[in-house]
T-cell receptor, first 114, second 112 residues
Framework: EAQVTQNPRYLITVTGKKLTVTCSQN?????MSWYRQDPGLGLRQIYY???????DKGDVPEGYKVSRKEKRNFPLILESPSPNQTSLYFC?????????????FGNGTRLTVT | RKEVEQDPGPFNVPEGATVAFNCTYS??????FFWYRQDCRKEPKLLMS???SGNEDGRFTAQLNRASQYISLLIRDSKLSDSATYLC?????????????FGIGTKLQVIP
């Protein structure tokens, strides 16, 4: 089954404790991205990747890191989480070169930083 | 001005009603547009792509007006199961740079 898999689904952590949210897709998509969703602000892009070893900042990259060592994986790293990073996070992927290729989303990760 | 603007609602409509949402975009270079549906606390899922010629999928019709820079979604004969948030999305791909911008979403509540 074609899918984007994020883990964990729920994460509660404390300020400053490094964490990684994993994202993996099995559709051979070039494009992958991370979003955070907050009430009243909608989905905002954190980072995206057009292909292996190619990553770019989105609209809200501060406090986050990503890597794209393999095509299928695009982990999101919070080196020193803070309470303002409490949010619902989504990973998504699509075919990079197709104008009409929709985004496929993972199930989301609800992060709470205390 | 936001790049993609939507009325957040909520829109409360009776079952069987016809409801329409509009979404405006500011980047005239945007190439593709989509409507996504998001149920509470779940991931967005593609509802339909939006073409200039208009496209229809059952009770749903999407339209793009490039001159006025807006897209629309029409839902006919609303069902209770249509209750969700509808996200407008625009897409730009230029020279290897890709930008996907979401609207804030319009919340629809269909009531019995």
């Amino acid at each position: 089954e074609a899918q984007v898999t994020q883990n964990p689904r729920y994460l509660i952590t404390v300020t400053g404790k490094k964490l990684t949210v994993t994202c993996s897709q099995n559709m051979n998509h070039e494009y992958m991205s991370w979003y955070r969703q907050d009430p009243g602000l909608g989905l905002r892009q954190i980072y995206y990747s057009m292909n292996v070893e190619v990553t770019d900042k989105g609209d809200v990259p501060e406090g986050y890191k990503v890597s794209r060592k393999e095509k299928r994986n695009f982990p999101l790293i919070l080196e020193s989480p803070s309470p303002n990073q409490t949010s619902l996070y989504f990973c998504a992927s699509s075919l990079a070169r197709s104008f009409n290729s929709p985004l496929h989303f993972g199930n989301g990760t609800r992060l709470t930083v205390t | 001005r936001k790049e993609v603007e939507q009325d957040p609602g909520p829109f409360n409509v009776p079952e069987g009603a016809t409801v329409a949402f509009n979404c405006t975009y500011s980047n005239s270079a945007s190439q593709s547009f989509f409507w996504y549906r998001q149920d509470c606390r779940k991931e967005p899922k593609l509802l339909m792509s939006v073409y200039s010629s208009g496209n229809e999928d059952g009770r749903f019709t999407a339209q793009l007006n490039r001159a006025s820079q807006y897209i629309s979604l029409l839902i006919r004969d609303s069902k209770l199961s249509d209750s969700a948030t509808y996200l407008c999305v625009d897409y730009l791909n230029s020279g290897g740079y890709q930008k996907v911008t979401f609207g804030i979403g319009t919340k629809l509540q269909v009531i019995p």
